[in-house]
């Protein structure tokens, strides 16, 4: 396959809201040791995208400042050490950054086949979600079947990941979300109970219930506390971002006598080794479910890669249900 020098791709002009998302040509990437190039065909668009486009979360020594972090799409071609991959076959990955260009370099163990029954469009909204939810809900917050498990934010791309996710794992699984609307999604997805945090208190639902064995938690802030009241004896507290803030308050005798863990990890910043890993168990243990139908991607919108900036302002408005994917 020849390789143009050049391809398009989304840069950010400098640090802001999503119109400083600018068109721009720029060298396609070349693929170092151990390393696939992807011709993408779609790239997913999460939250920290635009935390990095709002210069609140700068990309990892060698990775492109190009935001994306996931992709799908065809081997163009693979860099030395690569025996696992084929030039055409179909793709879709983790990426260290620059998802949202024609071309887009990452570690071959980060690729995952696209799982039986998905399309390229479908697969390109898995990859940032499976690992977070994998690492941080079965691993990290060892999940187990019949627990109690929340999830906050419900309807967004994590959250209806998690909730089908945990639903397979057999857990009993409690969402927050924004709106009616959300909460539907929810429950359609497999929460048992979707609670509108506008209109009720998640920790009374919870504690009627006996307390969450598990809550992933994205919004930090007041949530700290109350987090902390709604989690059952032993329960676990996950923390993946802090939406509302970092900085609260917080009574920590109650972990003590209730022997609580309260523990978090962000993605990117970790090891090659350790998302190889994930890819290893989410190729085995995640994507048997997917191609059962039991954890489908929500796909809420889709836009042209010269939209990305109106793809962000969708996020950050916050209307969205599942995920926003650019098409290449
Ligand atoms: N730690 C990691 O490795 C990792 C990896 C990926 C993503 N994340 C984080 O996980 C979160 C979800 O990511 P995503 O890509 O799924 O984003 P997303 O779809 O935009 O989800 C954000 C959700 O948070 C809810 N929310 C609750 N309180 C909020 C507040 N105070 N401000 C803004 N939104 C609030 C929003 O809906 P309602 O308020 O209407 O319910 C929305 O559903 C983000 O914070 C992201 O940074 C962490």
Known sequence: MSLPETMRAIEISRPGGPEVLRPATVPVPVPGHGQILIRVAYAGVNRPDALQRAG?????????????????????????????WRVGEEVCALLPGGGYADYAVTPADHALPVPSGLTLREAACLPETCFTVWSNV??????????????????????????????????????TAGSEEKCAACRALGAERAINYREEDFVAVLKAEGGA?????????????????????????VQ????????????????????????????????????ARYARDIETQVWPLVARGALRPVIDSEFPIEQAAEAHARMEGSSHIGKIVLKL
């Open 138 to 175: 079965a691993l990290r917050g060892g999940l187990r079947a019949g627990e109690r498990f929340l999830v906050h934010g419900g309807s967004s791309g994590i959250g209806t990941t998690a909730i089908q996710l945990a639903a397979a794992l057999g857990a009993r699984v409690f969402a």
């Open 240 to 275: 993946i971002a802090f939406l509302e803030g970092t900085k609260v308050e917080l009574n920590f005798a109650e972990v003590m006598m209730r022997r609580l863990t309260i523990t978090g990890s962000t993605l990117r910043p970790q090891s090659d080794l350790a998302k």
């Open 56 to 84: 609140a979360y700068a990309p990892p020594p060698g990775a492109s400042p190009l935001p994306g972090l996931e992709a799908s799409g065809t081997v163009a071609a693979v860099g030395p050490g690569v025996t696992r």
């Open 213 to 237: 064995d598990l809550i992933l938690d994205m919004v930090g802030g007041s949530y700290l506390p109350r987090n902390v009241k709604a989690l059952a004896t032993e329960g676990r507290l």
